[in-house]
């Protein structure tokens, strides 16, 4: 399902649709596609909540990262599905940086879902967490970028969130 027909019931233009977000579902294709993200993102669809998954935006392409930005400040809950390969992908970490800074800045909530990961892994950024950042690290990324992306998810630890072991 695309964001057109996604949040085009109310008849408002995309603009309006935005702001009208009430979750943001942050979370690797690897690991939730079809799962747990898929049930969740239907459950609250199905009850009425305005959903928004990150992937639905990054299929759009022009200028997503922008796009992906403003979605992400005009939603009243951001959801990130912390799981095995979520570090593996740069777009999911660039997504926890805009939610941490919401968060921090305008209050928005974070309701963190650690699939098949422990808090304390994401915390130590150890196991694969530690190996995907290493990665990321061994390319021309900026160290700030890397820095940014370890204090985002230190920071999403410290909130109580929800631990599932499928």
Known sequence: MDI???????????ETREKGNDVFLSCSEQDNRPGFADGLYNSLHQAGIHVIRDLEERTLGQDTGQRLIQVIRHSKIAIPILS????????????????????????QIIMPVFLNVTPSVVKNISRGYGEAITKHGQTDLDPNILREWEEALIHVVAIPGLEIDR
Do not use: A, D, W
């Open 84 to 107: 095995k390969n979520y570090p593996s992908s740069k777009y999911c970490l660039q997504e926890l940086v805009q939610i941490v800074e919401c968060h921090k800045t305008m209050g």
């Open 4 to 14: 057109q027909n996604s949040h085009n019931r109310g008849g408002g233009s995309s």
